[in-house]
């Protein structure tokens, strides 16, 4: 969840800045990440305006990917696509409260760091879509002390009828792939030399009844119901300097006092 926390520590400080300097009136905003559609809603200069927020803007996160979730251009087209079609929805209805439909619908894409691949793909997205779907919109970077305005589209026509720009849904699913078997998970263990240490986890749970699980880079090991005890034990990292992690909750250590944990 450490993107999380960058990604707001960075919307609160440039929203601020833009509020104090540019005169940015926030209307609604998703600080604590509970999943509007985008990051902030509010008017600058008079223009109501979505922007959508992120630590860093690399190549390859821009585009539209049908096995891949939370792509700026599906962001952007589930904002301005329902708008347009008249999808009930909190920040829709603030847009559309703020919006003339004798103007262009406006986004903004705000990051504290763009690669050259990153900022180049998130322009010509912008252009291409804000041509079709009839937005305009800018690139705002956060320096760590004030927001600077590194591209602006405002071509986007206004058409006759907004029933007739056809912006199409983007609804991307994460492939997963599954968790390793047991046996999968004996071979890494055994192949970077930690195979002993790895088996004795395994014995201590058994010994103690305790219920292993398999997730894609961990075995979890549960204690007894009552403490809601869980041992995650690591192997994404037993190839570089970290070997295998092992973490656990220290409050669930306290709960669990008493109760024979491994």
């Known amino acids: 969840m450490e993107h999380v926390y960058k990604e707001k520590t960075l919307q609160l400080a440039a929203i601020g800045w833009l509020s104090e300097h540019k005169g940015y009136a926030e209307l609604a905003g998703d600080v604590e990440a509970t999943g509007d559609r985008m990051d902030s809603i509010g008017l600058l200069e008079g223009v109501v305006i979505a922007v959508e927020v992120k630590p860093a803007v690399y190549g390859g996160m821009t585009r539209f990917r049908d096995d891949r979730s939370g792509s700026l251009e599906a962001k952007i087209a589930a904002t301005i696509g329902g708008l347009i079609r008249g ?108 195979g002993d240490t790895f088996e004795a986890f395994l014995h201590h749970a058994r010994e103690g009844n305790y219920r292993v699980s398999r997730l894609i880079s961990c075995v979890n090991i549960r204690g007894p119901a009552k403490s809601g005890l869980v041992i995650s034990v690591f192997l994404d990292g037993i190839y570089g300097d970290k070997g295998i992690n092992a973490g656990v909750d220290a409050a669930r250590i306290e709960r669990a006092k008493g109760e024979d944990m491994p």
Not at 155 to 179: E, F, H, I, K, Y
């Open 87 to 194: 999808v009930q929805d909190r920040q829709l209805e603030i847009i559309r409260k703020h919006w003339l439909p004798s103007e262009p619908p406006e986004i903004a894409i705000l990051a504290g760091h763009y690669t050259d691949s990153g900022l180049a793909e998130l322009k010509a997205m912008l252009e291409e879509r804000g041509t079709g779907w009839c937005f305009n919109s800018r690139i705002w970077r956060w320096d760590g002390l004030q927001v600077e305005t590194l591209f602006r589209f405002d071509r986007a026509r206004v058409p006759g009828d907004w029933q007739q720009v056809s912006v199409p849904a983007m609804v991307g699913m994460q492939r997963r792939r599954p968790a390793p078997s047991m046996d999968e998970f004996r071979q890494i263990a055994e192949q970077a030399g930690y």
